[in-house]
């Protein structure tokens, strides 16, 4: 067994894998770190990270749990990664797995979306590299944004069922404004990078919000919301 702990902004999750596939979830605390590893041999641990000050508090909690130092996933790691970027030690870390998801599963002309605090774009190109992407502020930090920085729109937590469009109340408007704008950028920038690329893509969304938004976008692709610690995983690998 692997488990992967994928810290993020928002909140830290931990999941099982079995031959790279995710095959259990859940939120990570050191409460649910030591039932997982209990009773068991000392499983393979690593951390994909872009919270830097929770990275070592974590990796100290994994090794009292497990007796087992964990790999912590870094741009170091993924050795063999073609990249147009200009500084790669800029690339968030999730981002980074999320692109080493794409060029292990598709090899050249796809798109990763991952659909999280931050809706993010990871653009492989028909030569495999990879080309850059793609940030803007997901559904929360939206709805967030809204609240804080108007006099009288309220704080929404909840999301819009995905057959309305035209809001028929305040919050109805902002779910509706916001979850139709994410797709509706989603839609014009795939539609933009398949012309710029020349090619039909290999789209893939990824994230909490991918089955919400995978509703509303009106080109092909798959779901697949654990491309995180998949693509972890797969960088892992190429360090053994």
Do not use: W
């Amino acid at each position: 067994m692997t488990l992967v702990v994928d810290i993020g902004n928002t909140s830290s999750k931990i999941y099982e894998l079995k031959n790279g596939c995710v095959t259990n979830s859940a939120l990570f605390d050191v409460k649910t770190l030591k039932k997982t590893v209990s009773g068991k041999p000392a499983p393979e641990i690593i951390i994909a990270s872009v919270v830097p000050e929770k990275t070592d508090l974590t990796s100290d909690a994994v090794r009292k749990a497990s007796g087992s130092d964990p790999f912590i996933i870094r741009h170091e790691h993924y050795k063999d990664l073609k990249s147009r970027y200009t500084d790669i030690t800029e690339l968030g870390i999730d981002r980074l797995c999320n692109v080493a998801y794409a060029v292990k599963n598709f090899k050249k002309n796809a798109v990763v979306i991952d659909l999280g605090s931050a809706v993010t774009f990871e653009i492989i190109s028909g030569r495999g590299e990879f080309e850059g992407g793609m940030i803007l502020p997901g559904i929360r930090l939206q709805f967030e944004a809204l609240a804080k920085k108007t006099a009288l729109l309220p704080e929404l937590n909840e999301k819009l069922d995905s057959g309305v469009f035209i809001g028929r109340s305040t919050k109805e408007c902002i779910m509706s404004g916001v979850q139709n704008g994410i797709a509706g950028v989603c839609n014009d920038f795939i539609k933009e990078i398949s012309e710029r690329l020349s090619a039909k893509l290999h789209i893939v969304l990824s994230g909490g919000d991918a089955e919400l938004i995978s509703q509303l976008v009106d080109f092909d692709h798959t779901v697949e919301k654990h491309t995180v610690p998949m693509g972890a995983y797969i960088i892992s690998r190429m360090n053994k």
